[in-house]
């Protein structure tokens, strides 16, 4: 296949996505489903059809909560204006809304029409839902980030015509308090990320969640308690077994569902996104939804509360903008799918149960200058600096200068010699430790990336995703920190 063909070989072509309005919250919930439906509405207006599944909420009927909380958003403004006056007209041909709920088995769409429909259809399954929150409930997390995979394979294997199953995953789903390079590869049924931990069992800790719900139930705890003791648990579970909090076992766990819930044949890609922050280009730049998981550095630093902060040159954060991670699963899709070769490299890569397997970290690993927290705060100031916030009073913000301790121990002393010891105040304080002793191998996206250069077609810049050709400076001044600050502020006053 050319590169050229990819916006050709996405016509007539029908697609089962998930995760396009998030599951609990946006906070912290990169919504790359969206995007990811928003680019093929663009590039392809000849999309058979693109079926979304979204949580039923309140009395809106499917088609009012589409345009609520999908195409009524900003990030489709470059879409509507292409279509002007035909653009709903063109949602409601293209676009089928279906309510269902990916933690229910069927993904809960009762509507059996509709359901045989999709069977009968649908050629890709791109499941993009997941609770991100780290320190989620764990009854929560395993339905969504563990179970949701299984519902969404299970209803994969019954489409006649699938291509290609689809699965956002993270990259930190392998990262553990020992140093390495992480690898693309696939877990292994029942693996852990600590060697002297029992063998991880789902059936088993699906069973301990219920029992422990029971318990609470029988204690008439409340739902405040129950809430506390199902962090709790995930967090314990989490830690027995290696991964560093709930998200990223539960997620683990869903790749796991994944290895052992496929039919003989049926092509995999999974993607696995480093930090991902807002659109480098497109549909337009520093398009946002939630706060990142370095934006509350950006945020206390323009409010004058960051006097300190754990981390070094050294504390490297892997970053990716959105648009650039659904543009590396759009080209592997294509790729995988419509090529005759089930590789970028032509080589079949098949593990024991004959299953075909794609994995790709994306991530910023590859660039010439790699960001880190420092690097990230002294942007922060500088755009400050020149953009103050006001506080309530109406008084501009004064930028404090964060003094960065190299190591927990330095940053310890700190906290004791100024804050615990000499007086007993408030204080604005934030210590959180960025040495991730991991990096992530991109060999296979890095396979992908040459692959569409050696083509040299216009669709390389349409669907760019190399790191490299990002000027972070120019970014983060201009593009992220400014629609960080606009989200926020809206987001802010829209609740107040």
Not at 312 to 325: A, K, T, Y
Request: aromatic residues 8%; glycine residues 6%; proline residues 4%.
């Amino acid at each position: 296949m050319e590169l050229n063909g990819i916006v050709q070989s996405l016509d007539n072509t029908s697609i089962l996505v998930t995760g396009s309005t998030g599951f609990l919250s946006k906070t912290n919930n990169t919504n790359l489903a969206i995007v990811f439906v928003e680019k093929l509405l663009r590039v392809q207006p000849n999309m058979k059809q693109l079926f979304l599944l979204l949580r039923p909420a309140d009395a809106s009927s499917a088609t009012q909560r589409l345009r609520n909380d999908v195409t009524g958003k900003e990030v489709f403004r470059v879409l509507r204006k292409k279509h002007g006056l035909g653009f709903d007209s063109f949602i409601s041909e293209k676009v089928t809304p279906v309510f269902g709920d990916i933690s229910l088995e069927n993904l809960g769409i009762k509507d059996s029409a509709l359901r045989k429909k999709i069977h009968k259809e649908v050629q890709i399954v791109a499941n993009f839902t997941a609770t991100t929150n780290l320190d989620e409930r764990y009854d929560v997390a395993l339905d969504v980030n563990t179970m949701g995979a299984k519902h969404v394979f299970d209803l994969a294997e019954k489409c006649e015509n699938l291509e290609m199953i689809l699965q956002k995953s993270t990259a930190y789903i392998h990262t553990g308090e020992t140093p390495g390079v992480i690898l693309e590869k696939p877990f292994d049924i029942c693996q852990t990320m600590k060697e002297t931990s029992k063998i991880l069992d789902i059936d088993e800790e699906r069973r301990l969640v219920r029992d422990r719900l029971n318990e609470l139930k029988a204690a008439q705890a409340s739902k405040k308690q129950e809430t506390a003791a199902m962090k709790e648990l995930g967090a314990e579970r989490a830690k027995l077994y290696g991964w560093q909090n709930t998200y990223a076992i539960t997620k683990a766990m869903g790749e796991m569902i994944i290895s052992r819930s496929l039919k003989r044949n049926i092509p995999v890609e999974i993607a696995r996104p480093t930090i991902v922050s807002s659109t480098y280009r497109e549909p337009f730049p520093g398009w946002i939804e939630g706060v990142k998981t370095f934006d509350p550095f950006v945020i206390y630093s323009g409010r004058g509360k960051l006097p300190c902060l754990l981390g070094n040159h050294e504390s490297f954060l892997d970053i990716i903008p959105g648009d650039m991670v659904v543009n590396a699963v759009i080209v592997a899709m294509v790729n995988h799918t419509k090529s005759n070769n089930r590789s970028v490299s032509g080589v079949d890569e098949e593990d024991e149960n004959h299953n075909y397997r794609y994995i790709y970290h994306l991530g910023s690993s590859a660039n010439r200058e790699k960001m880190n927290i420092i690097k990230v705060v002294k942007y922060a100031c500088e755009y400050f600096c020149k953009n103050p916030l006001m506080d309530k009073h109406g008084n501009v913000v004064d930028i404090v200068k964060t003094v960065f301790f190299p190591t927990m121990a330095s940053f310890r002393q700190h906290i004791n010699d100024n804050y615990v010891l000499p007086k007993k105040r408030e204080c604005n304080l934030i210590g959180v430790s960025l040495n991730n002793p991991c990096s992530f191998d991109d060999s296979a996206t890095e396979e992908l990336r040459m692959w569409m250069k050696a083509n040299g077609s216009e669709e390389a810049d349409m669907f760019d995703f190399d790191p490299k050709h990002i000027d972070w400076k120019e970014y983060m001044l201009n593009i992220h920190i400014p629609r960080l600050m606009k989200y926020v502020i809206e987001g802010f006053n829209s609740t107040n």
